[in-house]
Nanobody, 123 residues
Framework: QLQLVESGGGLVQPGGSLRLSCAAS????????VAWFRQAPGKEREGVSC????????NYADSVKGRFTISRDNVENTVYLQMNSLKPEDTAVYYC????????????????WGKGTQVTVSS
């Protein structure tokens, strides 16, 4: 069974850091591009960052550029999202999703989704 499982969310103070993980089971993640999305209460799901299957292409939403870093470990079959200098507006449920090799931040372009992990930035 194909699965993507997110972990690493939690409660953090403004200015803090978290590292999210997206672990794949049932398939080899290195053949796929992976993206992180987030959805805050009452808002639409939005793309945050994506990484191509090779890792050579990485895209970021303007709101997270310079603060978030996406990476992948194909041996561990996992993609990471390092989030630094977190702000209250980063509070959301974060999802990872995969598609064929090319990076995308379009919700409708993704093939499989994880169930999400909650990130709350608050003092």
């Amino acid at each position: 069974q194909l699965q993507l499982v997110e972990s690493g969310g939690g409660l953090v103070q403004p200015g803090g850091s978290l590292r999210l993980s997206c672990a794949a089971s049932g398939f080899t993640l290195r053949y796929y591009a992976v993206a992180w999305f987030r959805q805050a209460p009452g808002k639409e799901r939005e793309g945050v960052s994506c990484i191509s299957s090779s890792g050579g292409s990485r895209n970021y939403a303007d709101s997270v550029k310079g603060r978030f870093t996406i990476s992948r470990d194909n041996v561990e079959n996992t993609v990471y999202l390092q989030m630094n200098s977190l702000k209250p507006e980063d509070t959301a449920v974060y999802y990872c999703a995969q598609r064929s090799k090319i990076c995308s931040l379009v919700v409708g372009a993704m093939d499989y989704w994880g169930k999400g992990t909650q990130v709350t930035v608050s003092s």
